[in-house]
Every structure is written in C-alpha cells, then in structure tokens.
C-alpha cells in the first residue's frame, strides 16, 4: 500500500490547481457535474442533487475504503488564474496499482486541462512509491485515451467491463 503521510496534498501544475475533495466543494461542483453529457462513455449519471454530492463527497474525505484495503484519492481541478472548479481527478491506490480517472467540465475541455492534471496525478504517485498505474477507458472515447497517453500510460491488450485498459 501507497506510504504516505499525509494523503490531503495540494498538487500544482502550470495552469491547475488540484485540492483534495471537501464536501464543501459540492456547492461549486453539483452544477459542473450535473451535465448528462460528461457520463456518456462512463455509465455513471449526475449526482441527484447538491445534497447528495455534498454526502458523497464527505464519505470520500477519509481519503480510505472502508476496509482500509484502498487510498480514495480525489481532487477538484481548479484554474489557477480564476480560481473557477473545472472538473476531478481521483486514483484509486490498492496494495498492487492505481486505478486512476478524470472528468472536466463541458465548458473546459478541448484545453488540456484533464491531461495536465492526470500527468501530474500519476507523477505523484510515482513519486511517493506506486509503481503501477491504470486506467479504463471506452475504446469509443478518443478525448480519454489522448488524456491517458498524456499521463505516460499506453494502450494494453486488456479489456475489464468493456474497457480498454492503460497501463504504466
């Protein structure tokens, strides 16, 4: 398992600003996440309501499973110059990998913003001693599998749940 001692770590890139998942992001995030659009190669739907993300996002702020077995791992990306929520990353760090995953906002993407905060996640956790990490990806999602090779991962000849997997 990921030794880290303090899993609430601000990362910093040239444009972005990640900051652990608070509940009290809901407020700034329900609108962002409310899209249907953002779920159509995920299968996931918009959080019900702001209440709801807010429950969720308190659930995920023990940054551990509840068995303890996985790190829960989650950013709000935010720009820098604005200060303005965009999206999330999150990576999953168990015993053997890291599953990691990002979602930016319709209005955002097409800037690059979702591989420059996935590079700098999985630069991270390779510097704080995970040595693999992964990613699904539909393989009817182009825009994820650039922001996949972005981060440093390739294309494997896995396949969970209809997914291509990537690997580092």
């Not at 899209?35 to 702020?61: A, C, H, K, N, V």
Request: charged share 20%.
């Amino acid at each position: 398992m990921l030794k880290i001692a303090e899993y609430e770590v601000t990362l910093n890139t040239l444009r972005l600003r990640l900051d652990p998942v608070m509940a009290s992001h809901a407020k700034a995030m329900y609108p962002i996440l409310s899209d249907p659009q953002l779920y159509g190669f995920t299968g996931d739907e918009p959080p019900e309501s702001e209440i709801s993300l807010e429950s969720r996002y308190r659930y995920l702020q023990g940054r551990k499973s509840p068995d303890k077995s996985e790190l829960w791992l989650n950013w709000i990306v935010r720009l820098k110059d604005n200060d303005d929520p965009t999206g999330y990353v999150q990576a999953t760090v168990s015993e053997s990998h890291a599953d990691v995953a990002w979602v930016i906002g319709s209005k955002w993407q097409g800037n690059g913003y979702a591989g420059e905060a996935a590079l700098a996640v999985v630069q991270w956790l390779g510097a704080n001693g995970v040595t693999r990490v992964r990613a699904c990806i539909s393989p009817n999602h182009p825009a994820s599998q650039r922001v996949a090779a972005n981060a440093g991962l390739s294309k494997s000849e896995l396949v969970e749940s209809g997914e291509d997997v990537w690997i580092l």
